[in-house]
């Protein structure tokens, strides 16, 4: 039997899209702290603001783009999206001061809110259901090497502090993802949830195909079912803000800043390196052989580099916690859809980057504020705490349901 093939020529597209999309968030992500810092003389807690504004705004606007995407059709909105990303990008050029640059942040989140929505629900359609971990997981490796390239190139293209440069940089990635985007085929989307369920699954389903429910109750704009693992990637993002917002200044302050883009670079070789093999075990196995020594792995890195001295124990760090975090991400991000009924996979997908991102622009908040009362030190050992609490939390609210789920199942089907 032949396996359901992957690699579509829509696939590589959605994929190729999201990684400049998503590059150009980090490295932003790591540049303009920098910016704050050497430019407009900020302390950590202004460093940390940056990007929690940014992540505010796509908070506010992500539970709606989960619903417009189910609504109006994938393509549609994140060509949306990415064309209000791009100009947000322009837009930087024009900002003379902080108030005007944090509205533009604001704004920038919003259409990174629409567009990453848009872009996740198409590529959890075009994966075949039967290699869905296998398929999100290479998805979100793209998306996991844009995350630790983008905090390097970030700290390459600042290097000389010229703001221009760097947003010269950002606008031709951003361009790059819309254009890419734009070359997405999706055929027959008529933009409704009830069209995309019913053409899925063959005339036969057009009668039970559920519509998309509209209007303004918290249980349309944000998947239940999805709310769970979705809580507990706020908790790991949270932990894992402390790394790209603050890991150039703490190689500073140990004196090792020459080791900060190797650093990222270690932590993508090691979620690349591990992809393939993180997908196939999803589906094979229960998620529980993924998450629970991912999750063990991140927090001993994040110990490790809270004591690091020297050049090779950072090294170290990041090569223990890029495999326990390539193991992460693509987890939640399955559950977050599986879990989920299909009409819903726009607003699950929203639910989940809801509070990813919450925890990401949340955690550079407090995390400025930890290193700023203590050290850098303090913050890493926090973060690692973080992690072990982000394992609790998905014995109690993913694990322990779910095998009491199970097992009423099986004895419902006994009886």
Not at 17 to 24: E, V, Y
Not at 57 to 75: A, E, M, N, T, Y
Request: glycine share 10%; with cysteine.
């Amino acid at each position: 039997m032949l396996r359901e093939k992957i690699w579509t020529r829509n696939f590589i597209v959605i994929c190729v899209s999201s990684f400049f999309m998503f590059l150009t968030f980090y490295v932003l992500t790591t540049a303009f702290p920098l910016y704050i810092r050497d430019s407009l003389n900020g302390n950590q807690q202004q460093m940390g603001l940056v990007i929690t504004i940014y992540v505010i705004g796509g908070v506010l606007i992500r539970p709606f783009s989960g619903q417009w995407v189910d609504r109006f059709g994938k393509r549609k909105m994140a060509i949306i999206g990415m064309i209000i990303f791009l100009l947000a990008c322009i837009c930087y050029f024009g900002t003379k001061g902080i108030i005007l640059f944090l509205i533009v942040r604001f704004i920038h989140g919003m259409s990174y809110a629409i567009a990453s929505t848009a872009m996740s629900t198409v590529a959890a359609t075009i994966v075949p259901t039967s290699r869905q971990g296998e398929g999100m997981g290479y998805y979100t490796m793209f998306m996991s090497i844009a995350m630790v390239v983008g905090p390097a190139l970030g700290l390459f293209l600042w290097k000389d502090k010229n703001i221009n440069v760097l947003l010269i940089a950002i606008c031709i990635i951003a361009a790059l993802s819309l254009v890419s985007a734009i070359g997405l085929k999706m055929p027959r989307e008529k933009g409704s949830g009830l069209a995309e369920a019913a053409t899925q699954a063959g005339p036969a389903a057009e009668v039970d195909a559920e519509p998309v429910k509209k209007g303004w109750s918290w249980s349309n704009l944000v998947e239940p079912a999805a709310l769970p693992i979705s809580l507990v990637g706020f908790i790991l993002s949270f932990a894992y803000s402390s790394l790209s917002s603050f890991m150039a200044s703490f190689t500073e302050e140990i004196h090792q800043s020459q080791v900060t883009g190797t650093f990222f670079m270690v932590f993508a070789v090691m979620i690349v390196a591990f992809r393939p093999v993180i997908g196939k075990v999803f589906d094979r196995y229960k998620e529980h052989y993924l998450y629970y020594p991912g999750i063990g792995l991140f927090a001993v890195g994040m110990f490790l580099l809270s004591q690091a001295h020297s050049a090779a124990m950072v090294l170290i760090a990041g090569v223990i916690m890029g495999i326990g975090y390539g193991a992460l991400l693509p987890c939640f991000q399955t559950l977050a859809i599986k879990l989920s009924p299909e009409h819903r996979r726009g607003s699950a997908n929203g639910t989940f980057f809801l509070m990813f991102d919450l925890g990401y622009g949340l955690g550079s908040y407090f995390m400025g504020m930890i290193a700023s009362f203590t050290d850098y030190r303090m913050m890493y050992l926090v973060a690692g705490f973080v992690a072990v609490i982000c394992a609790v939390g998905y014995y109690m609210l993913h694990h322990r349901p779910r095998a009491r789920e199970i097992a009423c199942g099986q004895k419902a089907n006994v009886a």
